[in-house]
């Protein structure tokens, strides 16, 4: 069964460094999406994106945070400047179409900043 | 703002027991509704989804229904079993999306079941 996947499962990093959260999405699918768990907190929603562009963004998504989709499978994560406030879990999904609604996850990325 | 809660927070009950999972919503005005599995320290995996229009979605065990004008779903599940045991999440899609990507969901902070033999 198609899935997505994530990587690493696990990152550690120092406060200020630059992390890169990786993500290969459902192969037909054209929505992709971050979202993040603080732990023992709600999973909350940080972006959408479609045809190479950013849909929808939330207010935890602010300009320490980028995504991108290098080529025709990957899609990232970036955070510049982590803080300590950013470890959480990181979620990608992606869905088929604008109204097909189901999202689909991937594993998650834990990130814990020192 | 939509807000969305998911009660009990816990339950525990033995094998075999029929069950019900609550989720309600402040804002009736959404796009759909998607109940999620969450495993520990693992990710989300989709048990159900309904859309706005329908009332009930069922897979095996499992049944959903979505009642829009009170601000409410369950989820049934019928002879639950230990492998039962996770956290059920409930979110929902707003209709304000429309026009974007329809992935806005929000989350409720999720019901812990634990199913014991």
């Known amino acids: 069964e198609p899935e997505v996947t994530q990587t690493p499962s696990h990152q550690v990093t120092q406060m200020g460094q630059e992390v890169i959260l990786r993500c290969v999405p459902i192969?037909?699918?054209?929505?992709f999406y971050w979202y993040r768990q603080i732990l023992g907190q709600k999973v909350e929603f940080l972006v959408s994106f479609y045809n190479n562009e950013i849909s929808e963004k939330s207010e935890i998504f602010d300009d320490q945070f980028s995504v991108e989709r290098p080529d025709g499978s990957n899609f990232t994560l970036k955070i510049r400047s982590t803080k300590l406030e950013d470890s959480a879990m990181y979620f990608c999904?992606?869905?088929?179409?604008?109204?097909?609604?189901?999202?689909?996850f991937g594993e998650g990325s834990r990130l814990t900043v020192l | 703002k939509q807000e969305v809660t998911q009660i009990p927070a816990a339950l525990s009950v033995p094998e075999g027991e029929n069950l019900v999972l609550n989720c309600s919503f402040t804002?009736?005005?959404?796009?759909?509704l998607q109940w999620f599995r969450q495993d520990p320290g693992k990710g989300l995996t989709s048990l159900l989804l309904i859309q706005s229009s329908q009332r009930e979605q069922t897979s095996g065990r499992l049944n959903a229904s979505l009642d829009k004008s009170s601000g409410r779903s369950t989820l049934y599940i019928a002879a639950s079993q230990p492998g039962d045991s996770a956290t059920y999440l409930c979110?929902?899609?707003?209709?304000?999306?429309?026009?974007?990507?329809?992935?806005?969901?929000?989350f409720g902070k999720g019901t812990k079941l634990s199913v014991k033999p």
């Open positions: 979110a929902v899609g707003e209709s304000a999306n429309y026009g974007g990507s329809q992935g806005n969901l929000i």
């Open positions: 999904a992606s869905s088929a179409g604008r109204r097909a609604g189901e999202l689909f």
């Open positions: 192969s037909n699918h054209l929505y």
């Open positions: 804002d009736s005005a959404i796009y759909n």
